[in-house]
């Protein structure tokens, strides 16, 4: 397959972002946020036809509905009911691949969506909670989609707070070992990454089109795993542009990396 | 026996201190009308159990709340709810902040009359070390340790349903009943507000009976408020309201502050909300939000 001649930042990262999904066989892929659900939705259209998906409501698809508003006689491909009670049925029987953007994440893999700064009893400001990031870090694999890399969200010392589990030694429970922790890619707009360095280091994966590993690492508030060499993240070809367009019709993917940059940026 | 009751009736069984359980989920099929009578009471001092959308907020920004035990507080399309977010940032409020399924697993514990349920959701997480009541404990048949979800036993559970009998038979004909079976089972007393009232020949058709979720033992009370999840959905029959919750979330940044949000709209009765949100015909009139 070709390289696509043009195509957006946002569409790069959602390409990098579907191989989370490729190779997970038969388990639900939950995207949360316009690019991860594109992600795990191209992943289903293409590299894995046996991905499950549900209408991020109640139901579960044969085939991943378009974002956004849809023709009045659109007829969603319904397989099974899904309501949120049995999500956490699915979560703790494993069989789930989940892509988050969680606020803070610290060089354990640990992630933060609730307090940050202050005191926990008074922080200076209140997100949305730990939600699922408890359960999911324990029981499934994970991968997180940053759209906006910098020392805030990639921060030196721990998490404000931590709502996911990570690779830290000194939280490791016990019976448990760091090897059952499961973070899969990171994908920001600057790079992919994962924690597949010495002793689950976070990693240099790829460099997106006309960034450098300096840029990368002076936006991340602790040491990076640089291999030797590091590749360009591959470039989206046409036929995945095509199944994204039909995907994300209103073209919502425009609104999620500020001001949305081309993908390539060399 | 006939449940049937008033708003005003189910506030009057409600006493200081009670832990509450609310159902539905974010901005979605909340018991908004039984919370709104909660705000024109005196009663205080509540902890609240939530998937939490704006009924935590408002109850947070009328001073009725102690703790909230929560996963998530969020208006979906709002992500941060205004209040809420006020009440943890001045530090007025106490909280238990768990995971969602943690919570279901409490709720559960309490459905079942037993002390905890183990899980390993939780392990590794400040869900553990910020909350000194959550034990981890050894397991009888493995080396790992697990943490020890407690029971979440309510005083009370406030739901709202699409359709209910006057025995307490009720009807969620939406999507998804998100963990609402919990809530009534976890609680002494559950009461349900519900869009219609219906006769118990309704519920003869299997396909109606096949949305019934807990048996009319758990309903205490039935309070039939046509429109009452307002400004929340409930589906099929009406969405959540945007433009409402827009202003809700913009009172949060005026200098009136929640005063002046509960002077426009709440009233002194819900049919004095209803008119002050344009009635039961434009609630009625909203559309489903496309997921």
Redesign the interface.
């Given at each position: 397959m070709t390289a696509a001649a043009e195509y957006t930042l946002a569409e790069l990262c959602i390409v990098a972002a579907s191989k989370s999904f490729a190779d997970e066989g038969e388990v639900l892929g939950t995207g949360i946020g316009v690019v991860p659900r594109l992600a795990a939705s191209l992943a289903m259209k293409t590299t894995n036809p046996d991905l499950m998906m549900t209408d991020s409501e109640a139901w579960m698809l044969s085939e991943p509905n378009p974002i956004g508003s849809r023709a009045a006689d659109f007829v969603p491909s319904t397989e099974s009911w899904m309501g949120f009670s049995r999500i956490f049925d699915n979560v703790w029987s494993r069989k789930r691949h989940a892509m988050l953007g969680p606020t803070q994440i610290d060089k354990f893999g640990q992630s933060n969506t609730s307090a940050l700064g202050g005191s926990y009893d008074k922080p200076k400001t209140m997100m949305l909670g730990a939600r699922g990031f408890p359960g999911n870090s324990i029981s499934h694999p994970n991968s997180f989609f940053v759209p906006a890399h910098n020392t805030r969200v990639f921060k030196e010392g721990e998490c404000d707070f931590v709502s996911s589990i990570g690779y830290n030694p000194a939280r490791l429970p016990k019976g448990h070992s760091l090897d059952d922790i499961d973070i899969r890619l990171v994908i920001t707009n600057l790079c992919v990454m994962d924690f597949g360095g010495p002793d689950h280091q976070i990693r240099l994966v790829s460099l997106h089109p006309g960034v450098t590993v300096e840029e990368v690492q002076k936006n991340t508030g602790y040491t990076l795993h640089i291999p030797a060499d590091v590749p360009t993240t591959e470039a989206p070809t046409q036929e995945q542009l095509d199944i994204i367009i039909a995907l994300d019709p209103h073209n919502q993917r425009a609104h999620q990396i500020l001001d949305n940059p081309p993908g390539n940026r060399s | 026996m006939n449940k049937q009751m008033t708003a005003t009736e189910v506030v009057a069984q409600l006493e200081n201190g009670m832990t509450i359980g609310i159902g539905g989920?974010g901005p979605r099929r909340k018991p908004m009308a039984l919370v709104r009578e909660i705000l024109r009471s005196d009663v205080r001092d509540l902890t609240i159990v939530s998937y939490g959308g704006a009924d935590v907020g408002m109850l947070c920004a009328a001073g009725k709340v102690k703790k909230v035990v929560?996963?998530?507080?969020?208006l979906d399309f709002i992500?941060?709810e205004p209040y809420?977010?006020q009440a943890?940032?001045?530090?007025s409020i106490e909280v238990m902040?768990?995971?969602?399924?943690?919570m279901?697993l409490g709720l559960r514990a309490a459905s079942w009359g037993i002390p905890f349920i183990p899980?390993?959701?939780?392990?590794?997480?400040?869900?553990i070390?910020?909350n000194p009541d959550i034990k981890?404990i050894?397991s009888p048949y493995?080396?790992?340790?697990w943490v020890a979800m407690p029971a979440l036993k309510l005083d009370a559970s406030l739901i709202h349903a699409d359709k209910a009998d006057m025995r307490g038979v009720c009807q969620i004909a939406g999507?998804?009943?998100?963990?609402d079976d919990?809530f009534a089972r976890a609680a002494a007393k559950t009461f349900v507000s519900c869009d219609e009232l219906v006769e118990s020949e309704y519920f003869h058709d299997p396909a109606q009976a096949r949305m019934v979720h807990w048996e009319r033992s758990m309903t205490t009370g039935v309070v039939p408020i046509a429109g009452g999840a307002h400004p929340t959905s409930c589906s099929p029959l009406y969405g959540f309201d945007v433009p409402h919750f827009k202003a809700y979330a913009a009172s949060a940044k005026a200098e009136g502050g929640f005063k002046d949000y509960a002077q426009k709209y709440l009233g002194a009765t819900e049919q004095e909300y209803q008119k002050n949100v344009g009635g039961l015909d434009a609630i009625r009139a909203i559309e489903l939000a496309?997921?």
């Open positions: - | 989920w929560f996963a998530f507080v969020s992500p941060l809420f977010r943890r940032q001045s530090g902040e768990i995971d969602e399924g943690m279901l899980t390993e959701v939780g392990l590794g997480t400040d869900v070390t910020q981890v050894d493995d080396e790992k340790e999507p998804d009943h998100y963990m919990w496309t997921y």
